[in-house]
């Protein structure tokens, strides 16, 4: 073992910079270049202004000895939310933005950076421990001696060329280079950018949502240099890759933690990330026929899994998210919150279940931590006082759209045990294979909890929560592998419970920000952040009536969603929130029949799905995967978000354009061939091919090992 150090003098008065994260300071006696060897081959040079981080695998992270890489703050946030759309406002009350570095040492098990940090009525001592794991990884954190800190930036030298992918589901932008992403689960909002929609919810709500709003921010990115950061924190934050040649992280909270790797590949990136974090489970064989969402009560039900099994429609599963029942609010027809059974709509409900099993046919339903202001269940959790706390202790009255309700605390472990009860008695037990986990993001930030802990730092750890505690009453049950149930929000460790995802409440629109074509970028924004089992809405979800433009769903597009969920690991429908406004899946017999086709399609795809579903739970690649995935050295792909691979072996070209019968798109290098001409492209250019509705463009990569497979499943639908 043998240290090195250095010192540096920092001497800066505050005035104009105290209200940036960082400001400049000087810096005197710097040697000109200096070298640091630490854990198992990794390596500091300091060299002129920058200490550059690298092991045999190449360069970690550089850090700027110009100006400060560290500052921390005091601050407060102003918080106004409606129906879990929050709008943020921080206030900083001081700011430590001056940064002295006073030692640098290197041992056989890590680098230590340690110095101060000071600004006007601020002054804290600082480490920053760089911890090595193997070649590929390395651990990091941030210590402040001033635990009333409550703010933390970290910035990082990058390059201009270097592109930035990951965070989470990030429904509209997918390379995140000149980009400010803040992450914070949340209802996405509605159109997020598309207008009117979103000027419209804007003004009578405040619930347009924005290009980063999302309910599953995860703080993971990669970037076109093979190297990615994580960081385990749990706070409100802000990444911000506007400057071309620096990056800079902002948590709201005390200190960071966090690991680094650099590796070969994008693939080699994820793989690593998800084994810290966790990956998904297989899904049961059930699981990859259509998923039929209809609600409206056991005749009506029948009915329709009828008509759809006449035209030849694999069904495998029911989902009824109205098992509960349901009732009309303003906002359409919405659920009974109060996990029973609704024996009116459905009688004698364990039956009902127990009859499709036996066509083989699971029942799913619905669920999600709040409960609503009435019923059984929501008198025992007030007198049981399992419920979140306002600021007064009164159970936290939450408008929801439509009626008000509560949400169950999960710090508490009794709430915990009492709705695994309920989850393993009234769901499992009354005979459902899997149900929608909803919710998650919705949990105030002044609400205090059982636990004591602090709902700013709570807030995204939530729905992680929510899942966990879903899976283990799955486990508790003894349905381990059986059961499935899907979840929209979440943070980093979701996957780890999880067993499944979907996208949320897309518009039922064409919309790039909230329609059609952000379901496709969230898809793989979402993958490279290890959610690998994902999928949408067959159609989308929110669907709005308004004098100046209704939002209704057309025949056109509900099939062309169908046709780009054919090639996702689960197929399932939704009827939307106004059921009555939206084209179905049963809405006319040229419909039924074409949506049995494509159903017929996804389940010619059962085995390549399956051995991609046991791929991602062995090393965390997802199902739908960005062509920058597999050809990163190709510049051009690190732009597309129009087309995707399933797997390595199938590309699809999806029609994302209303009235659109032919698609552009980038072939990547290889030799790929159009399944249904059997036409042979040579990679690395753009094509145009002929797309009309029921021929989507798809292409084999040649010599995959899954090609003839593939085009002796899909072939038998050509037309």
Known sequence: MFLRSLSILAVLFCSSFCNRPFAN??????????????????????????????????I??????????????????????????????????????????????????????????????????????????DETAMDFRVVFSDSSLNRTFFRILSEESENIFGLGEQFTHFNLKGRTPFLFTEEQGLGRGDQPITAGANLTAGAGGNEYSTYTPIPFFLTSGNRSLFFENSS?????????????????????????????????????????????????DWAYGTWFGIQGGKDVVLKRIEEAKKAGNPITALWIQDWVGRRKTSFGSQLWWRWISDEKSYPEFKKFCKDLNAQGISVLGYLNPFLANE?????????????????????????TAGFPAYLLDLTNPEAVKWIQGIIQKNLIGSGLSGWMADF??????????????????????????????????????????????????????????STLFWEGDQMVSWGEH????????????????????????????????????DYHRSKELFLRWAELNVFSPVFRTHEGNRPEKNHQAYSDEETIREFARYGKMHFALKEYLQSL?????????????????????????????????LGEDLLVLPVLQKGESSVRGYLPDGEWEHLWTGKSYSGKQEIEVESPLGSPAIFVRKNGAWSQKLKAALFPFKR
């Open 375 to 399: 019923g059984p269940l929501f008198e025992e959790a007030v007198k049981k006082n399992y419920l979140v706390k306002d600021k007064n202790g009164k159970d936290y009255e939450i408008a």
């Open 514 to 549: 909230d329609g059609l074509t952000s379901a496709l970028t969230g898809l793989l924004s979402g993958g490279l952040s290890g959610i690998s089992l994902n999928h949408s809405d067959i159609g989308g979800y929110t669907t709005i009536n308004n004098p100046i433009r």
């Open 25 to 58: 300071y000087t810096r005197l006696s710097l040697p000109t270049e200096k070298q640091f060897r630490f854990g198992k081959g990794f390596q500091a040079f300091q060299k002129e202004e920058v200490l550059e981080i690298r092991s045999s695998q190449g």
């Open 60 to 133: 970690f992270l550089e850090l700027s000895l110009r100006s400060p890489f560290l500052s921390a703050a005091k601050g407060e946030q102003k918080v106004k939310s409606k129906f879990a759309s929050f709008h943020i406002d921080d206030r900083i009350l001081s700011h430590c933005n001056s940064q002295s570095i006073d030692t640098i040492l290197a041992s056989e098990n890590e680098l230590k950076i340690s110095g101060k940090l000071e600004g006007e009525n601020c002054k804290s001592d600082y480490e920053v421990r760089f911890l090595p794991l």
């Open 440 to 497: 998650g993001e919705w949990l105030p930030l002044d609400a205090v909890l059982h636990s004591g802990v602090n709902a700013e730092l709570y807030h995204n750890v939530y729905p992680v929560e929510w899942a966990r505690i879903n899976r283990e009453a799955i486990r508790q049950a003894g349905k381990e592998g059986e059961v499935v149930f899907f979840t929209r929000a979440g943070y980093s460790g979701s996957m780890k419970h």
């Open 236 to 284: 409100y934050s802000v990444f911000d890759f506007s400057k071309p040649e620096e990056i800079t992280i902002e948590f709201r909270e005390n200190g960071l933690k966090g690991t680094i790797w650099k590796d070969v590949t994008p693939t080699k990136l994820v793989q690593k990330f998800t084994q810290k974090t966790g990956r998904v489970p297989i899904l049961p």
């Open 613 to 645: 579903v046991k791929e991602a739970s062995l090393t965390g690649l997802p199902i739908v995967r960005p062509l920058y995935l597999h050809y990163g050295n190709d510049r051009r792909t690190h732009e597309i978000k129009t087309e995707f691979l």
